[in-house]
């Protein structure tokens, strides 16, 4: 081999190493694309050397982790300004839920109260002080009614009794009279007899 060959050789050999270097070095990670934020930081720890309390990161590893944690930080801003709208929509509901629970409340007050009243006279009266009148009222009507029952019976009672004495008492009258009427007519004749014989004798 002469020397241009040799030399042809070492470039050609010195390219080569070049190229792979350079491929090498511009392969990108599959960690730094794939995994997530902290498994690429401790992946760049790892593979990385310090020098006089420097990290060197190869610049290309470096704007790629910078690109990914400038994603991470607007993925996750995303994700608080969302859930921060979803909050205020949540405390907006929650409000409207609460004031639709206070009117609830307020309508089964109203409703309840009403329930347990009755209108009298025009006059709200409770229906339990209601029920206490009304069985109070019943109870002295039956009262009143079972007073004027027995009344009533010994009335009854007593109109039959005088009604048996006068009977008895009229029969008796009446035996009396007829006692009376022939006594009388007896009294009579004999009076009669009597001044008859003054008469004829």
């Known amino acids: 081999m002469n020397q241009l060959q040799i030399r042809c050789v070492l470039i050609l050999a010195i390219l080569v190493g070049a190229v792979m270097k350079v491929t090498g070095q511009s392969a990108m990670p599959d ?8 498994e690429q930081l401790n992946f760049i720890e790892e593979h990385t050397k310090i020098y006089e309390n420097y990290r060197a990161i190869r610049e290309d590893m470096f704007q790629k982790l910078r690109g990914n944690v400038s994603d991470t930080l607007w993925a996750a801003n995303s994700k608080i300004a969302g859930l921060n709208k979803t ?8 409000d409207s ?3 639709t ?9 109203e409703i309840t109260r009403t329930k ?10 409770n229906k339990l002080t209601y029920n206490k009148i009304m069985w109070t009222i019943l109870a002295g009507l039956v009262a009143t009614l079972l007073f004027g029952f027995l009344v009533f019976k010994r009335n009854l009672s007593v109109i039959f009794n005088t009604k048996k004495e006068f009977q008895e008492l009229k029969n008796e009258f009446e035996a009396y ?4 009427r022939e006594a009388r007519e007896k009294l009579t004749m004999d009076h009669f007899n009597e001044l008859k014989k003054l008469r004829g004798g």
Do not use: D, Y
């Not at 960690?31 to 902290?38: E, F, M, R």
């Not at 909050?87 to 929650?94: E, F, M």
């Not at 009279?177 to 009376?180: D, E």
């Open 87 to 94: 909050r205020s929509t949540l405390n907006h509901t929650i």
């Open 177 to 180: 009279r007829k006692t009376s």
């Open 97 to 99: 839920l609460s004031n």
């Open 31 to 38: 960690v730094l694309i794939k995994n997530s934020l902290k």
């Open 101 to 109: 629970l206070e009117s609830l409340k307020t309508s089964l007050e």
């Open 116 to 125: 347990n009243s009755i209108s009298v006279i025009g006059l709200e009266v």
